[in-house]
Nanobody, 126 residues
Framework: QVQLVESGGGLAQPGGSLRLSCAAS????????MAWFRQAPGKEREYVAS????????RYAEFVKGRFTVSRDNTKNTVFLEMNNLKPEDTALYYC???????????????????WGQGTQATVSS
């Protein structure tokens, strides 16, 4: 069965960095677009970034452009989210998600995803 397991969250100071990982199994990872979403307390889940199956194209929410980088290693079935210059408003539970089908070239919304990880908490505070 499909499994997505996030890791790498923790506490960072404003301006600091965290690197999130999402280990995938149970499907042909290299053929699916993957994405990161986040949900802060009391807020709706929101899209953060996504990457095409081969990793050649990426897309970002405006509020993370220039600070976050999504990447993947198809030999290790893992997708990453490098988060730099963190701000307190980046505090959230971060989820990785898999596209519903290999036809989805680049995830742009949650409705295009069918499996989600359990999330990893990132807290930005001094």
């Amino acid at each position: 069965q499909v499994q997505l397991v996030e890791s790498g969250g923790g506490l960072a100071q404003p301006g600091g960095s965290l690197r999130l990982s999402c280990a995938a199994s149970g499907f042909t990872f290299r053929t699916y677009s993957m994405a990161w979403f986040r949900q802060a307390p009391g807020k709706e889940r929101e899209y953060v970034a996504s990457i095409t199956p081969g990793g050649s194209n990426t897309r970002y929410a405006e509020f993370v452009k220039g600070r976050f980088t999504v990447s993947r290693d198809n030999t290790k079935n893992t997708v990453f989210l490098e988060m730099n210059n963190l701000k307190p408003e980046d505090t959230a539970l971060y989820y990785c998600a898999k596209a519903t089908t290999s036809v989805v070239y680049l995830i742009v919304m949650a409705a295009q995803c069918d499996y989600w990880g359990q999330g990893t908490q990132a807290t930005v505070s001094s």
